[in-house]
C-alpha cells in the first residue's frame, strides 16, 4: 500500500489557485431589485441577498467585476442594471 506525501497531493489538485481581478476601470453597476421574491426559488433569494437587496426597488451600486455580473446574470428577470462611471 503506497501512502502519498504532501508534496503528490498538492501536486494532483484538481483545480487551479483562483484570483480575484481588479475592478474594471471605474465602472460600477447601479442594481435594483424590481420584482418580488415571492414564488422563487431559494437560491435566487440568496443571491439577490448576497448582492445586498433587501425589499423591492431598494438599490445597490457594486463594482463592474465578473463575480457580480455573474450573480446579476442569475436573477436577471428580477433587477434592473445600469452602468454608472465612478469618480
Given at each position: 500500500?503506497?501512502?502519498?506525501?504532501?508534496?503528490?497531493?498538492?501536486e494532483s489538485s484538481p483545480r487551479p489557485e483562483r484570483r480575484i481581478?481588479?475592478?474594471?476601470?471605474?465602472?460600477m453597476l447601479k442594481?435594483?431589485?424590481v420584482r418580488?421574491?415571492?414564488?422563487?426559488?431559494?437560491?435566487q433569494r440568496q443571491v439577490v441577498?448576497?448582492?445586498g437587496l433587501r425589499k423591492v426597488n431598494s438599490e445597490v451600486v457594486r463594482p463592474d467585476r465578473p463575480e457580480v455580473r455573474g450573480m446579476v446574470h442569475?436573477?436577471?428577470h428580477l433587477v434592473r442594471v445600469d452602468v454608472?462611471?465612478?469618480k
Open positions: 500500500m503506497a501512502v502519498k506525501t504532501q508534496a503528490a497531493k498538492k481581478a481588479p475592478p474594471s476601470s471605474g465602472k442594481i435594483k431589485l418580488s421574491l415571492v414564488g422563487h426559488p431559494v437560491y441577498k448576497g448582492l442569475k436573477v436577471a454608472v462611471e465612478s
